[in-house]
């Protein structure tokens, strides 16, 4: 067979993937938007969830889903960050690099209901930190550091030598020289693992149910006392999140307008995920337009 032939043919059925893969995400996105965008509303957003009666929102699990993101990305991304900068500029090529590879390797494969359980032992449990934001953000900590530990890796390794070299050249100290010239530059990569960090740990449930917990007490916004019991900000007061709510209203829910509330949900739970990714790309742009001087 001609060989221009064979790569036409090899790059319509690329292509061809490619848009069938985009059309279905496109459609799934869609159609969770369709429905549950004509639910939201001001009051939804604002209003405490009901257990028994219409009307509900979701103020409540919206807060603490924003609220476990930030503590989780807290926790995870500076042990990341030293992780990947370890493994791309100082680890030799040795069999302990390759365990600690192989390690990353194979907690990023965890199931997510494993690492909630091993948690729930532990930390509920053993430690009796109860069921808290904490807890949530400790198991959380397992699915994002592998992820963002190889990403923040590969970023750093995919910086040219060159500027490694420049840098040393000019007397720079190899700290200096990662600080300076290396991170500034693999920014926009960093980023992009920050962003796919985030999603997964805004969507995630099965591990949360053991370790937030799935109830959503009174909170105080007016409360600034990090150690009161009804302040907003406690990290030890159970919490029930936006997936957690979506999964215990198609399951328990027993409210007239249950399948409202859900699609309502799943649509906020979306929308406030392609926010925070637009959000976390103009931010990267400009952190690597600040860093590296270019326009």
Known sequence: MNPKLVNKIATGVIYGLVILVVAILAALIGYILVIGVPHISWHFLTSPAQSFLAGGGIRDQLFN????????????????LGAGIYLAEYAPKNWFTEIIKTTIEVLSSLPSVVVGLFCYL?????????????????????????LLTRNIETSLESVSSLQREAGLSLGLSQWKTITGIILPAAVPGIIT?????????????????YTAGQSAPFVDYSNWNIFSDTS??????PAETLA?????????????????????SSAVLIIVILLFNIFAHWIGNRLYKKMTSSK
């Open 232 to 237: 907003f900000l406690n990290p030890l007061r």
């Open 193 to 209: 693992g920050i962003i796919l960090s985030a999603g997964r740990v805004f969507g995630e449930a099965a591990a949360l149910i």
């Open 122 to 146: 532990l930390f509920v449990v053993q430690m009796r930190m109860g069921f808290s934001i904490l807890s949530g953000a400790i198991a959380l900590t397992f699915f994002n550091l592998p």
């Open 244 to 264: 957690v709510h979506i999964w215990k209203v198609n399951s328990e829910g027993i409210t007239p307008d249950a399948n409202a509330i859900s699609s309502g």
């Open 65 to 80: 889903s924003i609220y476990l993101l930030v503590l989780t990305l807290i926790i995870s991304f500076p042990i990341a």
